[in-house]
């Protein structure tokens, strides 16, 4: 079974770079693509972005050319790369496995400061 554990959130000031890590256990990280969630206090999950198991990307509107998504299959870990912060990109951010189980993550708190 797969478990996914993020780091690297924090408080940043807007304008402000952060890049989170999203390390996998329990499964064959090559062979699943892997997605980045935020949840806004207030709001619904929303989706951020995906990579694919050979390193296609695809992002939500409100993010493109400021994230960027990558992955380390040697170290069964993605990134989240933020640049450019906003106070609307608060939020809990998660990663989720796309292995049988669909896994999430527990999340980090990410906190972008005006």
């Known amino acids: 079974q797969v478990q996914l554990v993020e780091s690297g959130g924090g408080l940043v000031q807007a304008g402000g770079s952060l890049k989170l890590s999203c390390v996998a256990s329990?499964?064959?990280?090559?062979?699943?693509?892997m997605a980045w969630y935020r949840q806004a206090p207030g709001h619904e999950r929303e989706w951020v972005g995906t990579?694919?198991?050979?390193?296609?990307?695809a992002y939500e509107d409100s993010v493109k050319g400021r994230f960027t998504i990558s992955r380390d299959n040697a170290k069964n870990t993605a990134y989240l790369e933020m640049s450019s912060l906003k106070p609307e990109d608060t939020a809990v951010y998660y990663c989720?496995?796309?292995?049988?189980?669909?896994?999430w993550g527990q999340g980090t708190q990410v906190t972008v400061s005006s």
């Open positions: 990579i694919t198991s050979i390193g296609t990307t």
């Open positions: 329990g499964g064959v990280f090559t062979m699943y693509p």
């Open positions: 989720r496995a796309f292995d049988k189980e669909k896994t």
